[in-house]
């Protein structure tokens, strides 16, 4: 057979440039990147977003110890973003790890690495996040920050398991801090440290007079929406203030504040409570919540709860001089932000599909979906400062519902990696334990008792497979 050289090609294709077609060189041919080195350099890229030393923090918390099928920090960290970003089930982790070389590892050993990885990632988050900080708080010396819960549930679980609590940096649309907790831990302001010139916006359920004063004392600032019964305000005379009374006073539009106390463990505070009353409509919807959420608990809704149900009031520590009443009104109304974050976690990256029934397991899969989250939020920033124009612009901004999409593919294909279906059947026979059903199964499997069915009736050759050509 004729061979071809190097020099041959590239006369070949230089002489085709006359005919109109397009030239390509040997150069080009050999120095093409493979779709396989290109995942490999993009998941290199991806851990640099991370701003800590990955082998260190691993050995420090015993993340990794003896490193006989997993043995650097980099693939352990792959196996969690596998299990909990590609979402695949313990076994098709291992099938996975096997096709990239990482390890040759069985279920239940990959459990087990995950279930020792949850205090590094909290590590990895943890430094992130705190870098983030810095960032912002060099950018923007006053930050709006907003802080909500969502409930998270276990698989079988009709109640709440598991709790994320997330605060939100307003002006950059960044996760500014983050805790997952059980169902113990509770919704409240003193999970989240606060700086002077914070402005906090938060519902009812962190109106807690103890959180609450312990921003005030370390010089935050609130708008915070309060309830008729948990929030007790007074008088400057320490004399119980009549929330009920006030309200009733209210015009029909227009806002209205008053000067209120609060007493805490850390002292007493003066705030400004501001309300108004809500339209008719609003106001029964309000109330027709209030019943349904009563009957589903069997109880009579108190009727304070259902008058109050037509006003929204809060408290805040904004200066009247620079935040009139209709302000701190408008402002409040941006707390809807940090819902949509949570909406967009669920739906992209399917933080509330929990499949894993062990806490510790559970824990390592939802702290990898926000390391995830930090992560494409890292690459936003690498964007927006290779096209300000386009992240910066308000009158046609991008969506960040498309965009946190494909920050989650890329981040999906950087994670899993190039695997050819050639390199798949070449591997095939290694494979075996992970696609065969597991032998603790009692039941036997219908498709398999079908083919032995047949195979008593018709022979064996009826059930053979066809032959390859």
């Given at each position: 057979?004729?061979?071809?050289?190097?020099?041959?090609?590239?006369?070949?294709?230089?002489?085709?440039?006359?005919?109109?077609?397009?030239?390509?060189?040997?150069?080009?041919?050999?120095?093409a990147?493979?779709?396989?080195?290109?995942l490999?350099?993009?998941?290199?890229?991806?851990?640099?977003?991370?701003?800590?030393?990955?082998?260190?923090t691993?050995?420090?918390?015993?993340?990794?110890?003896?490193r006989?099928?997993?043995?650097?920090?980099?693939?352990?960290?792959?196996?969690?973003?596998?299990?909990?970003?590609?979402?695949?089930?313990?076994?098709?982790?291992?099938?996975?790890?096997?096709?990239?070389?990482?390890g040759?590892?069985?279920?239940?050993?990959?459990?087990?690495?995950?279930?020792?990885?949850?205090?590094?990632?909290?590590?990895?988050i943890?430094?992130?996040?705190?870098?983030?900080?810095v960032?912002?708080?060099?950018?923007?010396?006053?930050?709006?920050?907003?802080?909500?819960?969502s409930?998270?549930?276990?698989?079988?679980?009709?109640?709440?398991?598991?709790?994320?609590?997330?605060?939100?940096?307003l002006?950059?649309?960044r996760?500014?801090?983050?805790?997952?907790?059980?169902?113990?831990?509770?919704?409240s302001?003193?999970?989240?440290?606060?700086?002077?010139?914070?402005?906090?916006?938060?519902?009812?359920?962190?109106?807690?007079?103890p959180?609450?004063?312990?921003?005030?004392?370390a010089?935050?600032?609130?708008?915070?929406?309060?309830?008729?019964?948990?929030f007790?305000?007074?008088?400057?005379?320490?004399?119980?203030?009549?929330?009920?009374?006030?309200?009733?006073?209210?015009?029909?539009?227009?806002?209205?504040?008053?000067?209120?106390?609060?007493?805490t463990?850390?002292?007493?505070?003066?705030?400004?409570?501001?309300?108004?009353?809500?339209?008719?409509q609003?106001?029964?919807?309000?109330?027709?919540?209030?019943?349904?959420?009563?009957?589903?608990?069997?109880r009579?809704?108190?009727k304070?709860?259902?008058?109050?149900?037509?006003?929204?009031?809060?408290?805040?520590?904004?200066?009247?001089?620079?935040?009139?009443?209709?302000?701190?009104?408008?402002?409040?109304?941006?707390?809807?932000?940090?819902?949509?974050?949570?909406k967009?976690l669920?739906?992209?990256?399917?933080l509330?599909?929990?499949?894993?029934?062990?806490?510790?397991?559970?824990?390592?899969?939802?702290?990898?979906?926000?390391?995830?989250?930090?992560?494409?939020?890292?690459?936003?920033?690498?964007?927006?400062?290779?096209?300000?124009?386009?992240?910066?612009?308000?009158?046609?901004p991008?969506?960040?519902?498309r965009?946190?999409?494909?920050?989650?593919?890329?981040?999906?294909?950087?994670?899993?990696?190039?695997?050819?279906?050639?390199?798949?059947?070449?591997?095939?026979?290694?494979?075996?334990r992970y696609?065969?059903?597991?032998?603790?199964?009692?039941?036997?499997?219908?498709?398999?008792?079908?083919?032995?069915?047949?195979?008593?009736?018709?022979?064996?050759?009826?059930?053979?497979?066809?032959?390859?050509?």
């Open positions: 057979m004729d061979t071809i050289t190097a020099q041959e090609i590239n006369w070949v294709a230089l002489e085709d440039q006359g005919s109109g077609t397009t030239s390509v060189t040997w150069d080009d041919l050999t120095s990147p493979s779709s396989h080195s290109l490999e350099e993009e998941w290199a890229e991806t851990l640099q977003t991370i701003p800590v030393d990955l082998e260190e691993a050995r420090e918390t015993k993340a990794l110890q003896r006989r099928e997993i043995k650097t920090a980099t693939d352990l960290l792959r196996l969690v973003l596998a299990y909990s970003v590609c979402d695949w089930s313990l076994r098709l982790v291992g099938l996975w790890a096997v096709l990239k070389n990482i040759n590892l069985s279920d239940v050993a990959v459990m087990k690495r995950l279930q020792n990885a949850q205090a590094w990632l909290e590590i990895l943890s430094a992130m996040l705190k870098a983030r900080r960032e912002l708080k060099a950018a923007h010396p006053v930050r709006v920050r907003i802080v909500d819960g409930s998270i549930s276990a698989p079988g679980s009709k109640g709440t398991d598991y709790r994320i609590h997330l605060n939100l940096d002006g950059s649309q996760i500014d801090g983050v805790e997952v907790t059980d169902v113990s831990g509770g919704e302001l003193a999970r989240h440290p606060s700086q002077p010139g914070d402005i906090w916006l938060a519902d009812r359920g962190y109106a807690r007079g959180a609450v004063g312990g921003v005030l004392k010089q935050g600032e609130i708008v915070v929406r309060i309830g008729w019964a948990t007790p305000l007074e008088h400057q005379d320490k004399t119980s203030f009549d929330l009920f009374a006030w309200l009733r006073q209210l015009p029909a539009t227009e806002p209205c504040e008053q000067k209120v106390m609060i007493t463990p850390e002292g007493r505070f003066s705030l400004r409570l501001i309300a108004q009353r809500l339209p008719p609003a106001a029964e919807k309000n109330r027709r919540r209030v019943r349904k959420q009563a009957n589903r608990k069997g009579t809704p108190d304070r709860t259902l008058e109050a149900a037509g006003y929204v009031f809060m408290v805040t520590n904004l200066s009247s001089l620079s935040w009139t009443a209709t302000q701190v009104l408008q402002l409040y109304r941006l707390r809807w932000q940090v819902e949509l974050i949570f967009r669920k739906s992209i990256l399917d509330d599909q929990l499949r894993a029934k062990g806490p510790a397991l559970a824990q390592t899969y939802l702290l990898g979906k926000i390391l995830a989250a930090l992560i494409i939020e890292a690459r936003t920033d690498q964007a927006a400062q290779r096209c300000p124009s386009l992240f910066g612009d308000t009158q046609r991008i969506s960040l519902w965009w946190t999409r494909i920050g989650r593919d890329f981040l999906f294909n950087a994670v899993r990696g190039h695997i050819s279906w050639h390199h798949f059947l070449n591997r095939l026979a290694d494979l075996s696609l065969r059903i597991s032998s603790r199964c009692d039941r036997q499997n219908q498709a398999a008792a079908a083919r032995v069915f047949l195979r008593r009736l018709l022979g064996p050759q009826a059930l053979a497979p066809p032959a390859l050509s």
